[in-house]
């Protein structure tokens, strides 16, 4: 039977020009390389320049996916950002996305779901798409991550980045068959009681201010293991594929030790797994579409690969993507 499906069209990625490094970090907080490197995998991260935001971050990277995907900015009709760190409380960063690719047409908004952000804008943007209600899509994650840490905690200064990553969705029939490209599954998950292990002391409504990122890293870590290995089994289980039969596993970019655990859990051979987190820490919404990239640019993305992206993040919120690309 036909059906309409989110075949993805490009990839584009951007990283600030500044890196940090462990050895350069470890100057101002009370911290080593061999710390960080042991207990999370990062050994640099990238930092936004001062005047330079997320939307200049998401700007670039949508760019070079529609560059990529061969698409003029014209024919775009649905641009989505997911972000924690808006350029402004309002308007919507997608918003002005939009308006610097000189979109003009459509609807373009922002999704908060923190590190899950990506994979809770890809189902939007999918289920859009599937129900013809847009034809193209931007769906972008960017971040400033840097404006939100407190520099002086040790226990999460060293863990995040800046970055940008997206891809371009486009409608299109396919057979309904097990060979279809595109988006086979996505599955978005929350649970609010979690909500005091990871989150910002800070917003409009409460303090007026914007607030620094607050983490329980060691309950976040024990749950991220659970829950994303939950929701990769039923999305196996609702596709009827097997964790063997995945080409490629793109997961958020938080922690080596979290993603070792996953694997070990699921039975997924390393060299299946994309990590890019050693060059630019965890880059929240950012993360998936970074590591996507890494892996087009590799050539792991030929058509027809099979693709798994996972998250978990603030809320706590996570959630999983099947696609043929
Ligand atoms: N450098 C040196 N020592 C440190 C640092 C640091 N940067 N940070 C913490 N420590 C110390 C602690 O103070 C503690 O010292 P103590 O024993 O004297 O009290 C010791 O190291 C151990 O601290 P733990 O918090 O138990 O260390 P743990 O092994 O759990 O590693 C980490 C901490 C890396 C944060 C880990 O818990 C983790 O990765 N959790 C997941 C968090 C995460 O990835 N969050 C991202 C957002 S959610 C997501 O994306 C999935």
Redesign the pocket.
Known sequence: MAVIRSVIRGVGAYLPKRILTNAE??KT????DE??VE??GIRARHIAADGEYTSDLGAHAARQALVRAGIDPVEIDLVICATATPDRTFPATAVRIQNMLGVTKGAAFDVQA??SGFVYAMATADAFLRTGQFKRAIVIGAETFSRILDWED???????GDGAGAVVLEAQPQTGGRNDRGILSTTIRSDGRYEDL?YVDGGPSTTKTVGHLR???????R??VQK?SGVIEETLVTTGYAANEIDLFVP????K??LDGIAKKLGIPENRIVVTLAEHG?T?AA?IPLALNHAFERHLLGEGKLVLME????G?T?GAVLARW
């Not at 907080?29 to 080593?32: A, E, F, I, L």
């Not at 983490?215 to 870590?221: I, S």
């Open positions: 970090l470890a907080v009370d911290t080593t710390w960080i207990r999370t923190v590190c040790r226990t999460t200064c060293v863990l995040f990871l983490m329980n890293g060691r309950e976040v870590f749950h991220a994303i958020h970019q938080a922690n030790r979290i965890n929240s993360s998250s978990m993040g603030g706590f996570w």
